[in-house]
């Protein structure tokens, strides 16, 4: 059997320094001084840093909030998972902690919230796409989510997490107010939207099914304009009755155009569905 590449063990470590360092930037440079608290352990610790401004100078440190609340979890996954599912997590949360130890508070946006909201989720979205891709994460609700879907499965773990990270906006809407929950919102869809780019790819391709009384030259003219292969699947009408077959064919976003010409100029009549692939794997498109 023919060995499929892996990229080298240091290279998912360097991913996790760097997406936990991107976190804890968004973190310190756009979030905390904003009072946006966008669910996640890092969001109770800017509320605790908020409710603690009274009893120590600055509050109590993110830092230190994010690794006593992480501790316990890590204790309880152990028991439950054991050490190899622990040891990615332990990396990633004692990164985040270490960074947001190291990188100093400031405010980039100078106050305005919705740059906050959209800088910060930038950043947040890059740096956990960075660290899912290498197959870690950083503890937290994720791994809380985990250890009570073990003992409560027929939730899943985003269901979970959804509940976990609600209450801890609503945390900070009693700690900031409802205009910073508002912003909170707009920086948790970015943080999402950032972050599944990332792990899905930014490669976007288009898929067209083609449902044709001519799909045999339909075919063959595709084939040889676009030089893309196609899949005949065999299909019946059920209005007309009729057997058909129906052409699949997955072409980039360029030749989604030339496609439609074509099978208009064929037939007038064709049925056709476009549709958008987000990641094409194999020949004519990305290497795996």
Known sequence: MKCLHQKPAYVDVLWTVAGTGCMA????????????VTGG??????????????????????????????IPLFWAAYFVFGKRFVGR????????????????????????????????????????GLVLLAKSTTGGTDLASV?????????????????????????????????????????????????DALMEGMHYSKAAFIITDQYGQMAQMLMEKLNRGLTALY???????????ALYCVVSKKEIV???EIVAQLD????????????????GFRKR
């Not at 508070?105 to 305005?112: E, K, S, T």
């Open 235 to 245: 299909a019946k009408g059920m209005y007309s009755g009729s057997d058909k077959q």
């Open 25 to 36: 930037f968004g973190i310190q440079w756009f979030f905390d001084p904003a009072g946006l």
């Open 147 to 195: 250890l009570i879907q073990a003992k409560r499965k027929h939730y899943s773990v985003m269901q979970i997490m959804q509940v976990i990270d609600g209450l801890v906006v609503i945390c900070g809407l009693y700690a900031f107010g409802l205009h910073s929950g508002l912003y909170a919102v707009i920086a948790i869809f970015i943080t999402a939207k950032v972050s």
């Open 41 to 70: 352990f890092t969001g109770i610790a800017i509320v605790v840093r908020q409710m603690t401004l009274g009893v120590f100078p600055g509050g109590l440190p993110l830092w230190l909030t994010n690794i006593a609340l992480n």
């Open 258 to 260: 030339e496609l439609k």
């Open 89 to 128: 997590t332990i990396l990633g949360a004692s990164l985040l902690s270490a960074w947001l130890f190291v990188i100093p508070a400031g405010d980039m946006a100078q106050g305005d919230p919705l740059l906050a909201a959209v800088f910060g989720g930038l950043a947040c979205g890059v740096g956990i």
């Open 268 to 283: 007038e009549n064709a049925f056709v569905i476009v549709s958008d692939v987000r990641e094409v794997l194999g020949e």
